[in-house]
C-alpha cells in the first residue's frame, strides 16, 4: 500500500518569505508524485508532478519540488512567497493504478 | 465549458434522502473519477471510469454508493438513504485517459453535501 505524509497541517510565512511544505511517501514501487493546490471554492489545481525524469522538478507560479528517493521526499518550494499563495497544498503519490493524497498543508502568508 | 463543472455547488438533505450530484467532464477526456474529502482531510478516491465502464470502483465505501457514466461523458453519482456521515465535499476529476498512473487530473470545484 502506498501513502503520504505531510508534515504540519499549517504553515505561515511572511510575504518574500521562503516556502517550504514537507511530504514524505510510502510506495512499494516506484512512485509519481504530484502537488496540487486548491484556493477556496476552486478544485484542486495541478502545481508540478514527477514521473520518473528529472529529479527536480519546476511547477506554475514559481514552486519547484525536488524528488529524493533516500529520504522517500518530494518537499515543495518556493523562493518568495506571494499573498496570493495563500491556499490548501495536497501532496499526491500514484503508483499501480491508484492514487493517495495527504491531509494536506494550509499555507498563510503574512504580510 | 474549459473545465470540469459539478452541479449542484452545495446540496443539503435529510438523513434517509436519496441525492444525485452531477460530473460534467473535460470534453475528450476519457477518465473520470469521484473522491470524497471531508473536512481537515485530503480528497479520498471512490471510483474510476474508463469509457462508460468502472474500471475501479474500490474506494465505494458501500453499496449505498452507485455512480454511472452511461454515454462516457457525464457521470452521476448517486447515494441512497444517505447519513450524516456522507457529509463531505464530493469532487469529480477527468484526465485524458493515457495512464492512471502518470493523467493530470484536472479537479471540479466539487458539491457540497450536507446530511441533516
Known amino acids: 500500500a502506498q501513502s503520504v505524509t505531510q508534515l504540519g497541517s499549517h504553515v505561515s510565512v511572511s510575504e518574500g518569505a521562503l516556502v517550504l511544505l514537507r511530504c514524505n511517501y510510502s510506495s512499494s514501487v516506484p512512485p509519481y508524485l504530484f502537488w496540487y493546490v486548491q484556493y477556496p471554492n476552486q478544485g484542486l489545481q495541478l502545481l508540478l508532478k514527477?514521473?520518473?525524469?528529472?529529479?527536480l522538478v519546476k511547477g506554475i507560479n514559481g514552486f519547484e519540488a525536488e524528488f529524493k528517493k533516500s529520504e522517500t521526499s518530494f518537499h515543495l518550494t518556493k523562493p518568495s512567497a506571494h499573498m496570493s499563495d495563500a491556499a490548501e497544498y495536497f501532496c499526491a503519490v500514484s503508483s499501480l493504478n491508484d492514487m493517495r493524497f495527504g491531509a494536506g498543508t494550509r499555507l498563510t502568508v503574512k504580510p | 465549458g474549459a473545465g470540469v463543472s459539478q452541479t449542484p455547488s452545495n446540496k443539503v438533505t435529510e438523513k434517509g434522502k436519496y441525492v444525485e450530484l452531477r460530473c460534467d467532464p473535460i470534453?475528450?477526456?476519457?477518465?473520470l473519477y469521484w473522491y470524497r474529502q471531508s473536512l481537515g482531510q485530503g480528497p479520498e478516491f471512490l471510483i474510476y471510469?474508463?469509457?462508460?465502464?468502472?474500471?475501479?470502483d474500490s474506494g465505494l465505501p458501500n453499496d449505498r454508493f452507485f455512480a454511472v457514466r452511461p454515454e462516457g461523458s457525464v457521470s452521476t453519482l448517486k447515494i441512497q438513504r444517505t447519513e450524516r456521515g456522507d457529509s463531505a465535499v464530493y469532487l469529480c476529476a477527468s484526465s485524458l485517459g493515457s495512464g492512471r498512473s502518470t493523467d493530470t487530473q484536472y479537479f471540479g470545484p466539487g458539491t457540497r453535501l450536507t446530511v441533516l
Open positions: 470534453s475528450g477526456h476519457t477518465a
Open positions: 514527477y514521473t520518473s525524469a528529472a529529479t
Open positions: 471510469f474508463q469509457g462508460t465502464g468502472a474500471a475501479d
